[in-house]
Structures are given as C-alpha cells and as structure tokens.
C-alpha cells in the first residue's frame, strides 16, 4: 500500500526552490515557510559547518533546510520508518553524504548517543509535553556543544516558563497556532 505525497519546497541556500516529496501521515505538519525562512535568518550566523540534530524529522524540512544552508551535518531522528525513508529519498536525490538518519523515538537515541550538536531543532507533535523532556535530556546526557542553540517548536499555547531558569529565550514568535522561539542553556556561573 503507497502512501500519499505532498511537496515542501527548500527555501534557501544550495538548494533553494527545489522541490521534496514527504509522506501524508497523520501528525506530520512540516514547519511552514514563513517561519522556516525567520528561523534561519536567525541562525545565518551560525549555520555554517553547524553539525546539527533533527529530532521528530518528520518530513526533514528542518534538518535539510540546515545543510541546503551550509550545515556540516546533519542527524535525523524519526519513529516513522515512512518518514525517516522519504528523509533518506530527499537526501539522495540531493545528492548530500551529510547526513545520517535514526528510525526511533527521540528519546531512545537521546539516551544512547554521545555526539555534540551545535544546533538541535525540537518539533515534538503537539499537545503530548514533549518539548520539555527533551530538552531536560540534552542537558543530562551532555549532548550540547558550549555555544549551542536549541530550535523549539510547539503549540500556541505551551508555556516557555516550563523551561526557565534552565534556558535562556533569545528569540520568540507566535504564527497561527505555532509559538517557536531559539534558545540556549544557561551556563553555570564560574
């Protein structure tokens, strides 16, 4: 049984306007253009030769948005094997060696990993208080480079106090029933 397909088209850099297919499952909304192309100008000033994490990948907009953008590499991390094979589609049919691909739950491969990410993108479905836990294992498990910056995206609604005084809020945005904001970890005073 094929799975239908919708199209997510690539904003910027190496690959700009190139068009990608990615699976029509429920729960899979990939972050929509105008906050794609805010996200980014955000990070312009560190993207290049970032290696990142894309947790819950889904279509992998995010994750090949970066690389498109200059990223050194990038992980995808998505429970749908669907999702996660499109992932690796796009990513041969861009022909990009940068990227490695993880078919399981975000927080099994939060707990076995031992790579550092300079940039990690966080777009849990909605509404399941995922974002938090999360982030709470990026910081346990040491899984952050010093000047890291962590991408969240979540519903309307979700409080970022949840995740004070841990983190640091640089940027924040509302678009629709989407708040995403850029964050970084506090460091502990010396």
């Not at 105008?34 to 894309?54: A, G």
Request: one cysteine or more.
């Amino acid at each position: 049984m094929s799975v239908p397909r919708q199209k997510l088209r690539v904003i910027g850099g190496q690959w700009r306007r190139r068009w990608l297919d990615f699976p029509d499952i429920e729960g899979l909304r990939p972050t929509p253009n105008r906050i794609r192309e805010t996200l980014f100008n955000w990070l312009t000033p560190v993207i290049d030769e970032s290696e990142c994490l894309d947790l819950f990948a889904g279509s992998g907009a995010l994750g090949i948005e970066a690389l498109s953008r200059g990223a050194k590499q990038v992980t995808f991390v998505e429970q749908s094997a669907v999702a996660i094979e499109q992932i690796k589609k796009n990513c041969a049919k861009l022909n990009t060696k940068q990227a490695g691909f993880y078919h399981e739950s975000a927080f099994s491969f939060l707990s076995n990993t031992h790579q550092l990410f300079d940039i990690v993108f966080i777009d849990p479905p909605f509404k399941q208080n995922l974002a938090e836990k999360v982030c709470d294992m990026l910081i346990k498990h040491s899984l952050l480079k010093d000047s890291a910056y962590i991408y969240l995206e979540v519903e309307k609604e979700y409080s970022l106090d949840k995740l004070v005084p841990t983190w640091q809020i640089i940027k924040e945005k509302t678009a629709g029933q989407v708040r995403y904001a850029l964050l970084r970890p506090y460091s502990d005073p010396v």
